[in-house]
């Protein structure tokens, strides 16, 4: 992901994807470490009801950790991680 520099808001609106092909959202924001001058998070709106379905319940997004991202180009591409995220049930279930 090193390459030549641009403007942060230039991946803002994008679609981001996981390895696998399915839409997880849109980039809506960035999270910034101002004095290491690097991306921290990105903020995704406009989620995939599939993957945050009673996730997500009366929020407007979520903030995905920049180390996920796989590449960023006209999409971005995460790790299928994000995929993995376990149910609320399942959660409880573990926990059990």
Do not use: C, H
């Not at 992901?1 to 994807?17: A, D, F, K």
């Not at 999270?31 to 995939?48: C, M, P």
Request: hydrophobic share 40%; aromatic share 6%; proline share 4%.
């Amino acid at each position: 992901m090193n390459g030549t520099p641009q403007e942060i808001t230039s991946i803002v609106g994008r679609e981001v994807y996981s390895n696998n092909g399915v839409f997880v959202g849109e980039i809506e924001d960035v999270r910034l470490d101002i004095e290491s001058q690097v991306v921290t998070g990105l903020a995704l709106t406009e989620l995939n009801p599939e993957l945050f379905g009673g996730r997500v319940n009366g929020m407007r997004g979520v903030l995905i950790p920049y180390r996920w991202v796989r590449a960023v180009g006209d999409v971005v591409l995460v790790n299928d991680v994000i995929e993995r995220l376990k149910t609320p049930e399942e959660e409880e279930e573990v926990a059990a």
